[in-house]
């Protein structure tokens, strides 16, 4: 332990204080038994350095001195005064000038990691040892490492500990953001009536609030607001998915396919026949097969309102098409002459749109094939004044398999939107190869 007076006292004017004392007074209650691996230790330190409270270019100081320990444990058995001139010290600190040097190793003795213990002339040597004494050093003690060893490491796991909570806070933020962010995009294309700017703007006003260097406090009213925009949009998502149930080819998980060829089997014009609307012979019912796909009841002759029915249940020239959405034919190769060159120009116009290819198809099986180019040839002419056309052709949709819409009074609308009248198109014309 120490020899001569309990305390030692810096050489010159240097200044003493209570708390160069305090770490004399814990060195010395060293366990002489106690041994400490000095680089497992000086990681510790490293890593609890903002808590000690000492510099990266103080820590580099220390490391030099602890290569001047001849061993790779301190233990007081060993000695644990180390004595190297300013020269040498300096090299192994990568060259830190003198000035730069002895502040950072006062910067180490005021955070109590060494103490002075000067010679009386404030030289650092070791006196050689004579028969039956033992070597008396003056240097720089690294006995307060080995007694605050347990205090260091504890500091060292409250740090990794925080780390580790800093980290999963910050994935738990990227994962909000990223679920809240597709949740948005979803709600948009299958609920397009509700006002789903609000919930983003909630969303954004967050984010933005987020500082550059955001610790744990700053991170956990974060989580607390984003799990609160989620839970708000996984309820409003909650009631389409209670009322309508979602088959898997409408999963968002397989990848966007687009089939550049627009005579796929899929897309070929429907095969009109020319008693298609028009009565039987026996004039007991129209056309009950092509009336119920289009979303209309079987219709039965024989009084006024049966026959305007009719007229509504009759297929839609394409004549009329061309009259009530001319902007879709600059997406045919010759124009729309046939039914075949408008499915082809609304297979383009359906992904310009941004109208999935899940979306569409199931337009095509409840709509009819032609309606449903005739829908997107409709949403085109009104594009900029629809925030998402995935979602307004999944709602024909749904009214189409309920008995709720026809193509009819959206292509009449159109033409009244236009300014024009309807005209007189001859039964031939359009409706052929």
Request: hydrophobic fraction near 40%; charge should be neutral; charged fraction near 25%.
């Amino acid at each position: 332990m120490q020899t001569g007076n309990a305390f030692t006292t810096p050489f010159g004017r240097r200044s003493l204080s209570l708390g160069m004392l305090a770490t004399q007074a814990q060195a010395r209650e060293i366990d002489p038994q106690a041994s400490i691996d000095k680089w497992k230790l000086f990681r510790s330190l490293c890593e609890a350095r903002a808590l000690i409270g000492i510099s990266d270019r103080a820590l580099v100081v220390l490391n030099a001195l602890l290569t001047f320990h001849p061993q790779p444990a301190l233990c007081e058995t060993n000695g644990l005064v180390v004595f190297p001139s300013n020269v040498q010290l300096s090299l192994r600190s990568h060259g830190m000038a003198p000035a730069t040097l002895r502040r950072h190793l006062s910067a180490l003795v005021e955070a109590g990691l060494i103490f002075r213990k000067d010679s009386p002339n404030g030289k650092r040597y070791a006196r050689k040892a004579r028969a039956g004494e033992g070597t008396e050093a003056f240097g720089f003690s690294l006995a307060p490492l080995v007694s605050r060893a347990a205090e260091f490491e504890m500091m060292a796991e409250q740090v990794r500990s925080e780390r580790l909570q800093l980290k999963l806070m910050k994935e738990r933020v990227t994962l909000l953001r990223r679920d809240i962010v597709k949740l948005v995009e979803l709600g948009h294309e299958e609920l397009p009536h509700i006002d789903w700017s609000s919930e983003y703007k909630r969303f954004r006003a967050v984010i933005d609030n987020i500082p550059r260097q955001a610790g744990i406090n700053d991170l956990e009213p974060v989580v607390d607001a984003l799990e609160c925009v989620q839970l708000e949009i996984c309820n409003l998502l909650e009631v389409k998915l209670n009322t309508k149930k979602i088959s898997a080819k409408e999963s968002h998980f397989e990848r966007h396919k687009q089939n550049s060829n627009t005579q796929h089997s899929s897309d070929l014009e429907p095969g009109f026949r020319k008693d298609q609307g028009q009565l039987s012979e026996s004039g007991a019912e129209i056309n009950a097969p092509y009336a119920t796909r289009q979303g209309f009841p079987p219709i039965r002759a024989g009084s006024a309102s049966a026959n305007a029915e009719i007229a509504e249940a009759k297929p839609v020239p394409l004549g009329l098409v061309r009259q009530a959405c001319p902007e879709i034919a600059a997406y045919a190769k010759n124009g729309i002459m046939k039914w075949s060159d408008l499915m082809g120009a609304a297979v383009v116009v359906r992904a310009m749109l941004g109208v999935s290819p899940s979306a569409y198809e199931e337009a095509c099986d409840i709509l009819g094939q032609e309606n449903a180019a005739i829908a997107i040839a409709c949403i085109l002419e009104r594009a900029d004044q629809i925030n998402s056309a995935g979602g307004y052709i999944r709602t024909l949709t749904d009214k189409a398999s309920r008995g709720e819409f026809s193509v009819w009074p959206m292509l009449l609308a159109q033409l009244r939107a236009n300014g024009t009248h309807v005209q007189l198109v001859p039964p031939n014309e359009g409706d052929g190869e």
